[in-house]
């Protein structure tokens, strides 16, 4: 069975697929494709079938967790959505500038994690060798 794919995994298709779109958006022009700059609709159908897994899968790892996770209440009580179910006319739009920091500290935390772990690893083959090569 195929794992799921991690969060850092669907924040990054969502944002290489609809970037150039957010970037594109021009205010006060009639032509739009969306109603807001900020919330970007996004396709959890096209987005699943580039990670390999059902759209519901996508659909519910950003209402039901992300959402939760990372969205929060201003001081006046108004509420801001990574993900939201509707925003004006747009389904299933994603908060792309927030979405863009939720990944970057993703993938910064990735780093951290990955790189001791591959210079630890280097360092461990290095001295397996050196006692393999000065033992003799």
């Known amino acids: ?3 799921p794919p991690s969060d850092r995994e669907i924040l990054r298709e969502i944002h290489s697929q609809y970037l150039s779109l957010f970037g594109s958006f021009e205010r ?6 969306r109603q807001s700059k900020i919330y970007v609709p996004i396709d959890c159908a096209a987005i699943a ?3 390999g897994v059902d759209p519901d899968i996508v659909f519910g790892r950003l209402y039901y967790h992300l959402d939760k996770k990372y969205g ?8 801001v959505h990574l993900f939201a179910f ?3 006319g747009d389904r299933h739009a994603v908060h792309f500038p927030m979405l863009s920091a939720v990944l970057a500290e993703l993938e910064q ?3 951290r994690f990955t790189a001791p772990l591959v210079i630890s690893s280097l360092a461990f083959i290095v001295s397996v060798i050196g006692l393999a090569c000065g033992g003799s």
Request: without cysteine.
């Open 1 to 3: 069975m195929k794992r």
């Open 28 to 33: 006060g022009n009639p032509d739009n494709e």
């Open 49 to 51: 079938e580039k990670l």
């Open 72 to 79: 929060y209440t201003q001081e006046d009580g108004s509420k």
């Open 86 to 88: 509707f925003v004006g």
């Open 109 to 111: 935390s990735w780093f």
